[in-house]
T-cell receptor
Framework: GENVEQHPSTLSVQEGDSAVIKCTYS??????FPWYKQELGKRPQLIID?????GEKKDQRIAVTLNKTAKHFSLHITETQPEDSAVYFC???????????????FGQGTILTVHP | GAVVSQHPSRVICKSGTSVKIECRSL??????MFWYRQFPKQSLMLMAT?????????EQGVEKDKFLINHASLTLSTLTVTSAHPEDSSFYIC???????????FGPGTRLTVL
């Protein structure tokens, strides 16, 4: 099955700096890659996602890049703010068809701390 | 984003009892819902895929007779933890997959404590 590795496990930055979190996946059939933000005791919230037919996607301060050949994707947060502090999870999903359709495999998570 | 509700948010039960957790998709009809388990400071572990009108698909290592899943309608899936033991204590989260975008929207989670 799919395996997703996420690094780093913890990331500490100063307010205003950029933060980058990287993930690799193992199954070349995966074609959907969402990123979730989870605050303590809360539900994971989708912050951005990318599909395999796109190399990069941006939404204000957040961007995601995908390298299908190398099977890795990254989350970039610019101009970080204290409220960006949370746990971030990457995930990979295999495309339509079959019993595994839509099933997400998550990375281990990254604890991001933004210091004021 | 779409709203997925989960009930109860917290439950404490005695060892040996059964606990039912409900997951509702409020904004769209979800043919597929997912159940996850999350231990403190760890990632989400998929337990099973809940398909409306058919049997759930369980992940390897998850006991289907212990974690009963029913997806009786396009907006409701339930997870029943049977004969609960302290090691079943965890944070259980459901998600619903949008049929329009494939995006998964998560419920707020249920904190289960088995005494």
């Amino acid at each position: 099955g799919e395996n997703v590795e996420q690094h780093p496990s913890t990331l500490s930055v100063q307010e205003g700096d950029s933060a980058v979190i990287k993930c690799t996946y193992s199954d070349s059939a995966s074609n959907y890659f969402p990123w979730y933000k989870q605050e303590l005791g809360k539900r994971p919230q989708l912050i951005i996602d990318i599909r395999s037919n796109v190399g990069e996607k941006k939404d204000q301060r957040i961007a995601v890049t995908l390298n299908k050949t190398a099977k890795h994707f990254s989350l970039h947060i610019t101009e970080t703010q204290p409220e960006d502090s949370a746990v971030y999870f990457c995930a990979a999903s295999i495309g339509a068809g079959g019993t595994s359709y839509g099933k997400l495999t998550f990375g281990q998570g990254t604890i991001l701390t933004v210091h004021p | 984003g779409a709203v997925v509700s989960q009930h109860p948010s917290r439950v404490i039960c005695k060892s040996g009892t059964s606990v039912k957790i409900e997951c509702r998709s409020l904004d769209f009809q979800a043919t597929t819902m997912f159940w996850y388990r999350q231990f403190p400071k760890q990632s989400l572990m998929l337990m099973a895929t809940s398909n409306e009108g058919s049997k759930a698909t369980y992940e390897q290592g998850v006991e289907k007779d212990k974690f009963l899943i029913n997806h009786a309608s396009l907006t409701l899936s339930t997870l029943t933890v049977t004969s609960a033991h302290p090691e079943d204590s965890s944070f259980y989260i459901c998600s619903a997959r949008s049929p329009y975008t494939d995006t998964q929207y998560f419920g707020p989670g249920t904190r289960l404590t088995v005494l």
